[in-house]
């Protein structure tokens, strides 16, 4: 199959309560392609400046990631700057500059149109459509956004949400999509609008993937040095998707395993600041890490 990824490739600038992080790489298309690398090849869609170091360009090839959907522009790459608390749930933005993400309106290289999954990851809800509209006949999209975006262009957020089967969110994203405290009146909410499944991702306790007549809870890996949360939830959606591209079959065990993969790729993503434990990460970790996974939950 074919796994099209959509999101920023970026610079982060990140405050933890004892660590602050100047201008690493990051982004949420960087993560999740990487972490969906383990899976299967990815092609990753996105623009970056000139300031975008050519090494990081060099290990997505390096990993098997198609990079002919990825433009290299004038001017400046994505920025986010944001802190965390004692609770690495409690995220703060602390600003956003877009850059050359402001006009990026992409022509999609003829081989990414055929496409079978594409996973919207957290960018412009307008860039999101625009993807949508030039892929031929995904059997399965996905989506993730941001509170940024929701923020500024609701109705963009919900236009996309009609149209894609699994959206990926956290629960204060969720809350704020749907303007209702209880998540699973939430998730309700949006299966109502078109998805069939939410992935409500809930930072350190794991995961809850919510359908019509399906629920599965997957924890997240019991970490007790959590150096940088950030690229958690697309490091999870990059596991999870990458590998329903691998087994190419949707059926709700798979949804299951692949949930489980995701859990294992963020686990491995908030080890390092940035993209750096999965750039050493190696598979055999993945699986050993997949094989307690399933020892912690068996009673
Ligand atoms: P996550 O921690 O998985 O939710 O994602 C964090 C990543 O999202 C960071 O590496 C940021 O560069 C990127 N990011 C932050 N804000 C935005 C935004 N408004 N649009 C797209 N990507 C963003």
């Not at 602390?94 to 309106?105: K, L, Q, S």
């Not at 924890?219 to 990458?242: I, K, N, R």
Request: charged share 25%.
């Amino acid at each position: 199959m074919s796994l099209v990824i959509v999101g920023t490739l970026a610079f982060d600038t990140i405050q933890t309560p004892w660590e602050r992080r100047r201008r690493i790489v990051g982004g949420s298309g960087t993560y999740c392609s990487l972490a969906a690398s383990f899976f299967t090849s990815p092609k990753v869609v996105g623009v970056v400046g000139k300031d975008f170091p050519a090494a990081v360009l060099k290990l997505f090839k390096a990993r098997g990631i198609d990079i002919e959907g990825l433009e290299v522009r004038s001017g400046k790459s994505f920025h986010w700057e944001g802190r965390y608390g004692y609770d690495p749930n409690q995220r703060e933005t602390i600003r956003t500059d877009i850059n050359v993400y402001e006009a990026f309106r992409p022509q999609l290289p003829a081989s990414y149109r055929e496409a079978e999954i594409v996973f919207l990851a957290n960018v412009d809800p307008d860039l999101q459509d625009d993807i949508l509209a030039q892929v031929r006949k995904p059997k399965l999209v996905a989506m993730d956004t941001m509170n940024h975006w929701i923020r500024s262009k609701p109705k963009a957020v919900w236009r996309v949400l009609d149209r894609v089967d699994v959206l990926f969110a956290n629960d204060e994203e969720i809350r704020m999509l749907t303007h209702e405290a209880n998540l699973i009146k939430a998730g309700k909410k949006i299966l109502a609008a078109g998805p069939h499944l939410v992935v409500t991702k809930k930072g350190e306790h794991g995961a809850l993937v919510f359908g019509r007549r399906f629920v599965f809870g997957v924890l997240a890996h019991p970490c007790e040095d959590v150096v940088d949360p950030t690229g958690a939830g697309d490091s999870f959606a990059g596991g999870f998707l990458g590998y329903l591209d691998k087994v190419q079959r949707f059926a709700h065990p798979d949804i299951r395993r692949a949930a489980v993969y995701g859990s294992v790729m963020a686990s491995f993503a908030i080890e390092d600041f940035g993209i750096e434990r999965l750039k050493t990460l190696r598979p055999a970790e993945v699986e050993s890490r997949f094989r307690r996974f399933r020892r912690l939950v068996s009673f």
